[in-house]
């Protein structure tokens, strides 16, 4: 780890009065959640015939519904997952009010189960579910205990998550907070994303403030406007982070 760089990196931080940090798979990694894209990731690999994309289509989930539910319990839902060290300086940061928000592709809650509130998860959470039909809410023990396809127990809909499956488009709320925050902060931290997926990667055209920074284990398109990269472990970074 390169020391000069962490020091200037704490020195940001310390200078930030609104602070945004802008998150993606790479976050989890260390939390033992495999980045989609990276080496051993879900991206390298089908599964009976097909893409992850298929499988964690719309359609492929309204044609095949137990098939869908079978690929996502196995793939996607990582439930013993827990915060790591980069999670943690987060929720730190929020609560010694240098931390504005957090925005996050990542639909494992692990910013929420860190202790950070002011969460804008804009492709869902695995931990969010609710019925198609009377949108009654469920958590995510509703489909880790269900055989097939989770059914509603008050109306026998069926309980779909809220996660945004490729072919829809993410919750628009959760976007213009997401993009709000971005617009309105000094600093900006974006970490643990290759910003290869979008809208979410274009929400950084909204970042007009003073200071921005990349962190993450590969090149990045935001690497030529950073005041700041770092390349490594985003836990092994953040984590030496002070709030």
Not at 8 to 31: H, M, N, Y
Not at 60 to 85: C, G
Request: with cysteine.
């Amino acid at each position: 780890m390169d020391g000069d760089k962490l020091l200037e990196l704490q020195q940001i931080v310390d200078k930030s009065r609104r602070l945004v940090c802008f998150t993606g798979a790479g976050f989890s990694v260390p939390s033992g959640i495999p980045d989609f894209r990276g080496e051993g990731g879900l991206y390298g690999e089908e599964w009976e015939g097909l893409t992850p994309e298929m499988a964690l289509s719309s359609s492929f989930f309204y044609l095949h519904p137990e098939r869908f539910f079978e690929f996502y319990r196995k793939k996607l839902v990582y439930p013993d997952a827990e915060p790591n060290a980069a999670h943690r300086t987060l929720a730190a940061l929020e609560r010694a009010g240098r931390l504005r928000g957090v925005v996050t592709q990542n639909v494992d809650g692990l910013h929420k189960k860190a202790g950070n509130r002011l969460v804008y998860e804009i492709h869902g959470s695995v931990w969010e579910n609710y019925c198609m039909d009377c949108n009654a809410f469920y958590g995510l023990e509703k489909v880790l205990s269900s055989e097939g396809i989770p059914r509603c127990d008050r109306c026998g809909g069926v309980v779909k998550p809220w996660v945004v499956l490729y072919g829809e488009a993410p919750d628009k709320y959760s976007c213009m907070g997401a993009c709000r925050e971005i617009s309105g902060c000094d600093t900006l931290i974006v970490a643990g994303t290759s910003l290869s997926v979008e809208p979410a990667a274009s929400f950084l055209d909204y970042f007009h403030g003073k200071r921005l920074v990349v962190i993450n284990a590969t090149p990045t398109p935001a690497d030529d406007k950073a005041d700041l990269v770092l390349r490594g472990d985003v836990a092994e970074i953040l984590g030496n982070i002070k709030a």
